[in-house]
């Protein structure tokens, strides 16, 4: 039943489509050479290759990127940008990602997913503002704009025979993307090996002859020699 419903809402979103109202706009001039006597016999496979050509030339339907709730108050900002997250990736859902660019972004998705869940790490990013802000400016405007402009060149680079390929560039972007956010989490991870090691000396420096971790231990005597003075 929903593959039923969703191939009916497909066929009518194509029959909205720019696509099919260029074609049918073309097929319209062949139909006019059938009654000028243009197209004699052959007036079907006129009409069908017109409406074809119209069909390819038209530019294809551009998804908007979807509004986003924006900055939030203190204390707030991440639950806004985990909301945000969510209409991204909607709106990534519903366009046709090229080949050339799964995997970075698959890549950029599961790294998000896991700098946003509530939890910890989510705890030590919001008390880092200037993390905060790069998880705000890549959900909302660099993976966006990564998305839009991609669908507003792919149409005029079959134009352009040769041309940069636009899936390169969006495959680029979200690699560079990808290494921004790999940063923030590379902090995250050192942040709580710091910890780890600071509360290690800790419990070193209240154990009474226990070394500091990192500290040589000094050198034991030589048995029947005499001891260091």
């Given at each position: 039943m929903?593959?039923?419903?969703?191939g009916t809402a497909r066929?009518?979103?194509?029959l909205?489509?720019?696509?099919?109202?260029?074609?049918?706009?073309?097929g319209?001039v062949?139909?006019?050479t059938?009654?000028?006597?243009?197209a004699?016999?052959?007036?079907?496979l006129v009409?069908a290759g017109l409406?074809?050509a119209?069909?390819?030339?038209a530019p294809?339907e551009?998804?908007?990127?979807?509004p986003?709730?924006?900055p939030?108050?203190p204390?707030?900002e991440?639950?806004a940008?985990?909301?945000?997250f969510a209409?991204l990736?909607g709106?990534i859902?519903?366009?046709d990602?090229p080949?050339?660019?799964?995997?970075p972004?698959?890549?950029?998705?599961g790294?998000?997913?896991a700098l946003?869940?509530p939890?910890w790490v989510?705890?030590?990013?919001a008390?880092?503002?200037?993390?905060?802000h790069?998880?705000?400016?890549?959900?909302?405007t660099?993976?966006?704009?990564?998305f839009d402009a991609?669908?507003?060149?792919?149409w005029w680079?079959?134009?352009?025979?040769?041309?940069?390929?636009?899936?390169?560039?969006l495959r680029?972007q979200l690699?560079?993307?990808?290494?921004?956010l790999?940063v923030v989490?590379a902090a995250?991870?050192?942040?709580?090996?710091?910890?780890?090691?600071?509360?290690?000396?800790y419990?070193?420096?209240?154990t009474p002859?226990?070394?500091?971790t990192?500290?040589?231990e000094?050198?034991?005597?030589l048995?029947?020699g005499?001891a260091?003075g």
């Amino acid at each position: 039943m929903a593959t039923s419903s969703g191939g009916t809402a497909r066929a009518l979103a194509y029959l909205e489509s720019r696509k099919n109202l260029t074609g049918c706009a073309c097929g319209l001039v062949g139909l006019a050479t059938v009654f000028t006597g243009l197209a004699g016999a052959y007036w079907p496979l006129v009409v069908a290759g017109l409406y074809g050509a119209g069909a390819l030339i038209a530019p294809p339907e551009r998804t908007a990127p979807p509004p986003f709730a924006g900055p939030a108050g203190p204390g707030a900002e991440l639950d806004a940008i985990r909301g945000d997250f969510a209409a991204l990736r909607g709106y990534i859902a519903d366009i046709d990602v090229p080949g050339a660019a799964t995997a970075p972004a698959a890549e950029l998705d599961g790294l998000l997913a896991a700098l946003l869940e509530p939890g910890w790490v989510a705890d030590e990013i919001a008390a880092d503002p200037e993390a905060v802000h790069i998880l705000g400016r890549a959900v909302r405007t660099d993976i966006p704009e990564a998305f839009d402009a991609y669908q507003r060149t792919r149409w005029w680079a079959r134009l352009q025979p040769g041309a940069d390929p636009p899936e390169r560039h969006l495959r680029r972007q979200l690699e560079l993307l990808n290494g921004e956010l790999a940063v923030v989490a590379a902090a995250v991870h050192e942040s709580q090996e710091r910890r780890q090691r600071t509360h290690t000396t800790y419990l070193e420096s209240r154990t009474p002859g226990e070394p500091a971790t990192g500290r040589p231990e000094p050198p034991e005597p030589l048995t029947g020699g005499p001891a260091p003075g």
